[in-house]
Structure formats: structure tokens, C-alpha cells
């Protein structure tokens, strides 16, 4: 946020559209198209408006190349208004732009009586801009991805939606829907357009069933949210968006500052209503500077359109973790170590292009988890991970316990990995929820309980990776995938060694030895097949070598997604159900136990067997042949006696 001399300063700089638009008067004349507005077009590089110095700090802006390109101050970077041709020629690839629908013109539906006439208003506007209404629609590339875009413009009539500016956004809509082109609309809108009554209202529905069309076709549609964005165009298509991006300062919100004043018995507080308050809240993803806008919105298109899918040209297998099998305290002590390598540390060093996603969209943005997209080897990911931060970090991260906020964050990316069928991949370092008083009123059981059945229910690929300390339902919320992989000191458990022995023991010192007793290494998880694959670490421990650990990760999962790219979704989609349906059975984990047991009983009776021969040579009266016929036959009847037990129990 830029920061203010005063409030009037501020309120004058919001002001400034609204004194634009009231400038001039004019007869109207029958509202017909403005042919000669088409021509009206500002020449690149020439965006900010005409002004001597800026409102907020007073830098010199006459000549600054910097502000009549940006239409940003470049010392305090608060952001002015711009028309919707600039906003275009700032996006677009140069000369790719081609409007459509430009001569749907406004009338007057309810033959609207005031002071001016709503047609005198709209010739008046469409006289000053150059536009024939609110939005500008049409097609173009950025940075050679065709899109479909929308731009409004807060000059022409608060750049409010009456019945012209919702039909041509809803054509935009199917346009993009027919041609599978990702739509990029861009927000400067305040208040309804009274003059068109309940009509305007309509246009809410309009718009938002003609957006909810891309999201059934898998399309990808981006909001760019800039001051003002309020009213009724905010809540609905802009707020139906996969990525909603605020620009710094922007007014934001369904009712504007005066409205919400008069509600409000108390003084709003600084900052509030705006883009920086919605981030807070989780209601925007990010806020993008001006000058960085064009190159997040083309990173964000080249991954949500991309087709390329890895494949694997032959089999390779998996290494697995060379080493002895740590002690299970010991494994504990590095999963918990202060230096080990966090979610953030993984996705520096694996994934490219990672643009993070904030908030729920509902309520608030949890800073323990983290989500986002990226790619790895060119294949475009959702990324989720839990995020434990560490000392001197600013955020409240509560040590990666996440909050319901943050499992329906996680949910968020989920619907997006289903949306764009874009493999998910989750790295879980938690400790456990967040048990708080306020985590229960919020919904904690429902949200860690939707996220499990949304990850089981994915048709897209999925792969859990266990990076640190996998405690509780907060990992498994996270953990329901096609293949789940582990770092090799990593731990996976139901409750923490010293939660467990306070309640067995009634002693936490004994924490070491409960550990072994729950088996939580990475090896153990593999031998029970909760695991499928243990990644090999450093020798003393991921944080001795991140790097290292990372690269070794990430051709893991390189080849991980190549394999599962080679299977259709649905079949994805039963096998993961098979395969948590048998966790807990009498599987393979069990059958290996009753081996070990039927070793050693086999070993016993080899035992046996050699003391026979032994004593029988001692006592020469004894036949030694008979003697041990007689043991054999014994310990055999035995054995069969504890298969035909276990045989029972398994059935059970």
C-alpha cells in the first residue's frame, strides 16, 4: 500500500474519474455508432493521463517516461486510472486486437426522467471516450496465447453495467466458449446503472451463467481488479474468475465507501475496502503491480492452456533410499529439525513459473498452507503444501497446522487441478491441525473431511510427497493420492511420540521408546504399503544438503508423472479407490508378519529336531530315527494348527 499524506489527498485522487466524466455538456442527438470513435486510439506508451504533479506525494510527473507509460507515480507507485484502450494496448501483443460486437449501442428501456436525459448522458460519454458503451470486447494474443479479452471503463458511466455492457460481455463469454480461448477480463467498475432500472440487475445473472460456461468447458478465465471495482459487475462475473488479480490500492468491494459508511456507526479503519484487505481476507489471489501485470497474466495463461504432458520414453525404476534404517527417535529429530527444508525451499528449487494463490474466497487465507501452479519439466502442476516457515518469518504460519481456511484453500487448487486435468502434487510437513477454539467454530472436521473426498474423488494424477513430519488427519487430508512418496527421513503418524506416551505412559520422557512402537519411518510406511516409493536424503539429513535433496526429488516425481500420465483418469480414479479401500485389511503387511511368525516357528522346530538327534545319541536304548519322526510330526501338527487359526482370523 503507497503511503498517504492525507485522506483528502486520497479521496481526491479517487474522485478524479468521476470530475472526467462530468466535463462538457452536449445536445443528444438520436443515439446511433460513433464510426469516427474507432480511429480514437491513445498511441502506445502514452497511458498516463495529463498531469503535473501527483496527488498523493507530489513527485513531479510532467515528462516522466515512466508515468505516461504506467500511468503509476514513480515514487509512491499509486496507481492512476486508465482508459480501456490503454489497458489494451498494455496487454495485448501489438496490433492483435480486434473488437467485436462494437455497434451494440445503449437506448434508453425505461425512458429514464432526470435532470439529463440517459441518452444525453451516454452520447456525452460515448463523445468524450470514443466508445460506444462500458466494455470493450474482442480477441488478441498476449505473449502469443489467443485470448478473449474484456475491458472496462470506469470513464464511460462509472463504468457500470447496463443492458449493452452485460450482452456484450455474455457474448464474449460464448465467443471464448466456441473457440476454447481463455478469457482475460479487466475491472473498472462502480455502483448499477440506475438509469436501466432492474434490467441492469439482470445483467448479473447474465454475465455469471455465461462465465460458469468456461468453467464446464475446462476454459481458463483470469480478472484483473482495478480502481474501483465495486458493484454489481464485482459480484458476479469478476468474482467467478480461476485467478483474480488486484492492482496496489484499488478500491474493492460490493458497496461502495459511502454506503458503507452510512451502515457503520464507527469510522472505517485505514485501508480497509481495499485490494490489500481482500488478500488479507482470501478474497484475491495476488496484487500484481501495473508495470509486472502483462507478465504475470502471460505466465498464468502459457501453464492454465498448456497441453504438454510428460511421457516417459522407457521404464525406469525408482531408486530407493540406500541407507540403514534410521532409528525411529532419530528419524523423528530430523524430520523436526529447524533447518530442514521446507515447502517453499521444494518448490524454489523444482518447480519454475510458481505463481502462489491466496485465500478461500470466503473468508481468510491461511498462511500454513500453500498453494499454487507452476511447472516441472514443462508439465504445468498444482502445487499444495503445508508450510511451517521458520524463525523471523513474518507470516503466523502456527508451526504448518493449517486452519480450515487453509484446507479450503487446498480445496480451491484441487477444483482447479480437476478443471484443467493438470496433475496435483501435495507436500505435507505438519504437525497436525490447528486445535484451536475458533479452528472448531469455523468447521475444522467438515473441512479436513470435504478435503480427503475431494483429493479421493480427483480425476487428474496425484502424488503425495512427505517431506518432513507427517502428523495426523492434517497429512492424510493432503495425503489421499495415486502415489505417495516419502523422504527417507521423514516420519508418517497418528500422533506425536510424546502425545502417545504421555497417554500410554503417563510419562513424555518415554517418548523414544514409543516411538519405535508406533513405526513411523519411512520404512516402516513402505513395509505396511502405506507408501510407494522412499526418497533417498543426504546421509545426515535433508537440511545438510537441499539441493541435493531436491534434485533427487524431483526426478522422482519426473518419472512418477510420466507413469501416470500413461493412465485415463477414470481408471485413476478406482485404482486410488482399491487402493486406500484395502489400507487396514489382512494384505500383504499382514501376510508378512504370519511369514515371520511361521519362520520362526519352522526354525523352532529345526531346534527341536537337532536336540533329538543330540540326545538320542547319548541314550543308545532310543531308536534316533523314531525319535525324530515323532518331534517332526509333532511341530507339524503344530504349524497347522496356527495356520488354520490365522486362515480363520483373516476371514473374520
Known amino acids: 500500500m503507497p503511503p498517504t499524506d492525507t485522506k483528502n489527498n486520497k479521496k481526491k485522487a479517487l474522485k478524479e474519474p468521476k470530475k472526467a466524466k462530468e466535463a462538457g455538456k452536449a445536445k443528444a442527438p438520436k443515439v446511433k455508432e460513433d464510426k469516427k470513435a474507432k480511429k480514437v486510439k491513445p498511441p502506445p506508451g502514452k497511458a498516463g493521463p495529463s498531469r503535473e504533479r501527483c496527488l498523493i506525494c507530489e513527485t513531479l510527473l510532467a515528462g516522466n517516461d515512466f508515468f505516461a507509460q504506467y500511468a503509476v507515480c514513480p515514487t509512491c507507485r499509486f496507481h492512476y486510472s486508465m482508459t480501456a484502450r490503454d489497458r489494451i494496448n498494455m496487454l495485448a501483443d501489438p496490433d492483435t486486437f480486434r473488437e467485436t460486437n462494437r455497434s451494440v449501442t445503449s437506448l434508453d428501456p425505461l425512458s429514464f426522467s432526470s435532470r439529463v436525459s440517459y441518452k444525453e448522458r451516454v452520447f456525452r460519454d460515448q463523445k468524450r471516450t470514443g466508445l460506444t458503451e462500458a466494455a470493450v470486447t474482442g480477441s488478441c494474443t498476449i505473449s502469443g496465447t489467443p485470448v478473449v479479452l474484456i475491458v472496462l471503463d470506469f470513464g464511460f458511466m462509472g463504468g457500470s453495467m447496463g443492458c449493452v455492457v452485460g450482452e456484450k460481455v455474455a457474448l464474449a463469454f460464448e465467443h471464448a466458449v466456441r473457440k476454447e480461448m481463455p478469457v482475460v477480463a479487466v475491472v473498472t467498475s462502480g455502483g448499477a446503472r440506475i438509469q436501466e432500472g432492474v434490467l441492469s440487475l439482470m445483467q448479473m445473472a447474465k454475465t455469471s451463467i455465461a462465465a460458469s460456461q468456461l468453467n464446464e468447458k475446462g476454459i481458463a478465465f483470469i480478472t484483473v481488479l482495478a480502481n474501483p471495482s465495486t458493484g454489481q459487475v464485482y459480484a458476479s462475473f469478476a468474482n467467478l474468475a480461476d ?171 484441487i477444483a482447479m487441478a480437476r478443471k484443467f486435468r493438470v496433475p496435483l502434487i501435495t507436500l505435507i510437513d505438519t504437525p497436525g491441525s490447528n486445535a484451536s477454539i475458533e479452528s472448531e467454530e469455523h468447521g475444522l472436521g467438515n473441512a479436513i473431511a470435504t478435503t480427503m473426498a475431494q483429493m479421493a474423488g480427483l480425476d487428474a494424477p496425484s502424488i503425495a510427497v512427505i517431506i518432513g513430519e507427517g502428523g495426523s488427519e492434517a497429512a492424510l487430508a493432503l495425503g489421499v493420492a495415486d502415489r505417495v512418496l516419502m523422504l527417507e527421513n521423514a516420519i508418517y503418524t497418528v500422533i506425536s511420540p510424546e502425545d502417545a506416551a504421555s497417554i500410554i505412559y503417563r510419562d513424555e520422557a518415554k517418548a523414544d521408546e514409543m516411538a519405535e512402537s508406533l513405526r513411523l519411518t519411512a520404512k516402516h510406511a513402505k513395509e505396511m504399503g502405506i507408501v510407494d516409493v522412499v526418497v533417498p536424503e543426504p546421509v545426515a539429513g535433508a537440511h545438510t544438503n537441499p539441493d541435493e535433496t531436491a534434485r533427487e526429488l524431483r526426478r522422482v516425481l519426473l518419472r512418477e508423472l510420466a507413469a501416470l500420465h500413461e493412465r485415463a483418469d477414470r481408471k485413476l480414479v478406482r485404482e486410488r479407490y482399491k487402493k486406500y479401500r484395502k489400507m487396514g485389511e489382512y494384505s500383504s503387511h499382514f501376510r508378512s508378519a504370519v511369514a515371520r511368525e511361521v519362520s520362526s516357528l519352522q526354525g523352532k522346530v529345526a531346534g527341536g529336531v537337532r536336540r533329538i538327534a543330540r540326545r538320542s545319541k547319548k541314550h543308545e536304548e532310543l531308536d534316533p530315527s523314531e525319535w525324530s519322526a515323532e518331534a517332526i510330526e509333532g511341530y507339524r501338527q503344530q504349524l497347522k494348527a496356527i495356520e488354520q487359526a490365522t486362515d480363520g482370523e483373516r476371514q473374520q
Not at 287 to 303: F, K, P, S
Not at 335 to 361: C, M, Q, S
Not at 368 to 395: C, F, K
Open 243 to 413: 485467478v483474480i488479480v488486484a492492482e496496489p490500492g484499488a478500491i474493492v468491494g460490493v458497496a461502495p465507501l459511502r454506503t458503507i459508511r452510512k451502515v457503520t456507526d464507527h469510522p472505517l479503519p485505514m485501508g480497509s475496502h481495499t485490494s490489500e484487505a481482500h488478500l488479507e481476507h482470501g478474497l484475491v489471489d495476488t496484487i500484481a503491480d501495473r508495470t509486472r501485470l502483462r507478465d504475470l497474466t502471460a505466465a498464468l495463461l502459457d501453464m492454465l492452456v498448456s497441453k504438454y504432458q510428460l511421457t516417459a520414453p522407457e521404464k525406469a525404476e525408482t531408486p530407493e533410499a540406500g541407507h540403514a534404517r534410521p532409528v525411529a527417535w532419530d528419524a523423528v529429530k530430523l524430520a523436526r529439525h529447524k533447518e530442514r527444508p521446507t515447502t517453499y525451499d521444494y518448490i524454489g528449487r523444482i518447480v519454475t513459473n510458481f505463481v502462489e494463490l491466496h485465500g478461500d474466497r470466503a473468508h481468510g487465507d491461511d498462511p500454513a498452507v500453500v498453494a499454487g501452479i507452476g511447472d516441472i519439466g514443462g508439465q504445468t502442476v498444482v502445487i499444495i503444501g503445508h508450510e511451517r516457515g521458520r524463525v523471523g518469518d513474518p507470516a503466523e504460519r502456527n508451526g504448518g497446522r493449517p486452519s480450515p481456511d487453509g484446507y479450503r484453500k487446498a480445496q480451491r487448487a
